[in-house]
């Protein structure tokens, strides 16, 4: 089992934060340029239990990305799982704490590859694809956030 870590401060409130993380429409905002990113479950207030359903599109291969949100502790914290993606296992922490007069956003993405050791093989690849995006996830988050954007 792999661990993936990125942690941001922002400078708003934690109840903000946790709003924008709860409204999946921001899902589309914060997704990089070169992933195509379609929600197939529009229009829903994340819940525990909830699944919501995913088209990725990145380098030309499609995926369905099936998640359920496995626990919400408003304003802190919620954990979505995938059901079905490409990974093997696939559960993502968005764990939010107030600290001074920002607030920290930090993900935690729990992970395993498929097919054993040729999956392996290609964890070094995953591991710079994840910094890449959460990079950007939390750069577009922090400016939109601020007011920059």
Do not use: C
């Amino acid at each position: 089992m792999k661990t993936f870590t990125k942690e941001t401060y922002i400078n708003t409130t934690l109840e903000e934060l946790f709003a924008f993380h709860m409204d999946t429409n921001n899902l589309l905002k914060i997704t990089p340029s070169n992933i195509k990113a379609t929600l197939l479950t529009k229009n829903i207030q994340p819940k525990e239990g909830q699944v919501i359903s995913l088209k990725i599109t990145k380098n030309f291969l499609s995926f369905l990305w099936i998640i359920r949100i496995k626990k919400i502790e408003y304003p802190k914290l919620f954990i979505d799982e995938a059901l079905k993606s490409p990974f093997k296992f696939w559960e993502h922490q968005h764990i939010f704490e107030k600290r001074g007069n920002k607030v920290l956003l930090k993900d935690v993405v729990r992970y395993e590859l498929p097919f054993g050791f040729i999956g392996r093989i290609f964890s070094s690849f995953i591991q710079s694809d994840l910094e890449k995006m959460f990079y950007f996830r939390h750069k577009v988050t922090k400016n939109i956030l601020e007011g920059k954007i």
